[in-house]
């Protein structure tokens, strides 16, 4: 009796000791791929800021040169269409695309950084289930790529995992906090948090509330009460 009761309990030590080690292992490459995940969107990042600044640069070097050639007079609309066919790569006029930034095949249209909150994720034009696994999503307006630090609402999704990953902790956010966006352009700038709630997931009118021609962001992301949606309200400072 006692020898079964003994096997009954090393039985049970084992199956315990395997529980627990695959609960930590579970956890463990849940952590693995966040960070992972997280590093490699900033690795986007800093390859965005990149791109841009050299695109910026190039601009100000042919702009530069562009002015020399002409005695300080602004190109005529008959030269921009002289220099179309221009194959030379120090042309101004050169076809854009070649500083385009790219997360894993799709295109990256600008980034957001949140310090309080330990944020900073490359920007994505097309929404889907998959843009919204690896990065934030740009769902409003219609065309987000000409929209980002422009007037109006620029609403950005991203999703809750409730580990400190993507818009999990926007719910943080209080009134003043910043939220820092740039566009390919290379400009940045500054928003400020002035409003958020809680909603259902059926309600859209965070997007298609007027802004009065100001610069607005809106954040958006799944609340912890199945659903519902935390919105947050941002405005150019």
């Given at each position: 009796?006692?020898?079964?009761?003994?096997?009954?309990?090393?039985?049970?030590?084992?199956f315990?000791?395997?529980?627990?080690?695959?609960?930590?292992?579970?956890f463990?490459?849940?952590?693995?791929t966040?960070?992972?995940?997280?590093?490699?969107?900033?690795?986007?990042?800093?390859?965005?800021?990149?791109n841009?600044?050299?695109?910026?640069?190039?601009?100000?070097?042919?702009?530069n040169?562009?002015?020399?050639?002409?005695d300080?007079?602004?190109?005529?609309l008959?030269?921009?269409?002289?220099?179309l066919g221009n194959?030379n790569?120090n042309?101004?006029y050169?076809?854009?695309?070649n500083?385009?930034?790219?997360?894993?095949?799709y295109?990256?249209?600008?980034?957001i950084?949140?310090?309080s909150?330990?944020?900073?994720?490359?920007?994505?034009?097309?929404?889907t289930?998959?843009?919204?696994?690896?990065?934030?999503?740009?769902?409003?307006p219609?065309?987000?790529a000409?929209?980002?630090?422009?007037?109006g609402?620029?609403?950005?999704?991203g999703?809750?995992?409730?580990?400190?990953?993507?818009?999990?902790d926007i719910?943080?956010?209080t009134?003043?906090?910043?939220?820092?966006?740039?566009?390919?352009?290379?400009?940045?700038l500054?928003?400020?948090?002035?409003?958020s709630?809680?909603?259902?997931?059926?309600?859209?009118?965070?997007a298609?509330?007027?802004?009065?021609?100001s610069?607005?962001?809106?954040?958006s992301?799944?609340s912890?009460?199945?659903g519902?949606?935390?919105?947050?309200?941002?405005?150019?400072?």
């Amino acid at each position: 009796m006692e020898n079964k009761y003994g096997n009954f309990l090393s039985i049970m030590l084992i199956f315990a000791i395997v529980i627990v080690v695959a609960i930590l292992g579970f956890f463990g490459y849940k952590v693995y791929t966040s960070n992972k995940t997280k590093k490699k969107a900033e690795d986007v990042v800093s390859q965005f800021d990149k791109n841009t600044n050299d695109a910026d640069n190039d601009d100000t070097n042919n702009s530069n040169n562009n002015s020399s050639e002409t005695d300080g007079n602004n190109s005529s609309l008959q030269d921009i269409l002289d220099n179309l066919g221009n194959d030379n790569s120090n042309s101004i006029y050169q076809q854009p695309g070649n500083k385009d930034t790219y997360y894993e095949g799709y295109k990256v249209i600008g980034t957001i950084s949140i310090p309080s909150i330990d944020v900073e994720y490359p920007i994505l034009e097309e929404n889907t289930s998959a843009t919204l696994k690896i990065a934030i999503v740009a769902v409003y307006p219609q065309d987000p790529a000409n929209a980002v630090n422009k007037p109006g609402n620029l609403v950005l999704w991203g999703h809750n995992y409730k580990n400190g990953t993507f818009f999990s902790d926007i719910g943080k956010l209080t009134t003043g906090a910043k939220i820092y966006i740039k566009d390919t352009s290379g400009t940045k700038l500054e928003y400020q948090v002035y409003n958020s709630y809680e909603t259902t997931d059926s309600d859209m009118t965070y997007a298609t509330r007027e802004t009065n021609g100001s610069r607005e962001i809106t954040l958006s992301t799944c609340s912890n009460e199945a659903g519902k949606r935390i919105i947050v309200y941002a405005k150019q400072t």
